[in-house]
């Protein structure tokens, strides 16, 4: 049985936030599960949380160099993982991607050919990344509704590319074809993306209920539990008597392991939902970091594990809000790392 302190600190050493990593860019992208980036600085904050000697031109680089990608994965949401892990992540959520759209979009595509519009996307990208204002006017001047550019990424392999989606260029609008700026490094079944997900998940936030693993997809039980029924992993049992799976040879620190105050971005994905057993967002303030007034979300920061205050950068300073009054120490701690988070954004 394990307690959830001792689930807080599996995650947080899992996610690199017990103690910076001196790991490369590419390997912690692929231990936490990858980053989720709709708001493009939220990958770099979150890298810099997380490796010791991180700075603002390492991302970058690696999104020019085809080392890291940007694009839409799991939960139909834009995250930037490793280029290893692009192919085998979008296996496995592929075709549920597209039918989960297609039922929830069905009002807004129900007239469009999206198949043919992918052919025809794919043509027009042939010769390199567009824009999506000038690969919209192509499709349209070709016959296509407008919506079609919208949507066409649900039916066809998309990322962003740089500088588009960067900290020096946030907005995201150019975008190319996968098998061109990623090539195949062969060809992955879904059930096997599915099963580099599981892996990816536990070794990430484990351990963890299979629901709390298809959350994170984006995908139902149902569609993943024959993979995971086949994999050899370890169990346990929640307080509450849940059954949690884990990776067998997954670090499981002790409870007692100090937590080092840390700064996360907006729409970290330990603060969702499929996280929620670890308690790293107490249940009564998670309205103060989601709710539909705020859809963007807020940065936050840690204070022994759990999230205690929001932050902002203002004035070339990080603004603290805390949610309640901090201890010395702990208020020491948070200026001395906010000065390095103002040092990372100037």
Known sequence: MLTERTLNRALLARQLLLDRSDMSLTDALEQVGGLQTQYAPAGYIGLWSRLRDFTRPMLTKALEEHRAVQATIMRATIHTVSAADYWPMTAGVRRVRREWFANVGRGAIAALDMDAAAAATREELADGPLRFTDLSERLVARGFD???????????????????GTWERRRADLYGLAETWIPHAGSVTEDEGLEHLIRRYLGAFGPASLKDVASWMGLKVGQMRHVADGMELRSFRDEGGGRLLDLPDAPLPDPDTPAPVRFLPVWDAMLLVHARRTQILPEEHRARIFSTKTPHSFNSFLVDG????????EDGRIELTPFETLAPQAGKALAEEAHRLAILHA
Do not use: E, F, Y
């Open 146 to 164: 407008p919506q079609a550019a919208k949507w066409v990424g649900m039916w066809l392999d998309l990322v962003r590319v740089p500088p588009s």
């Open 306 to 313: 759990r999230v205690a205050g929001t932050w902002r950068h």
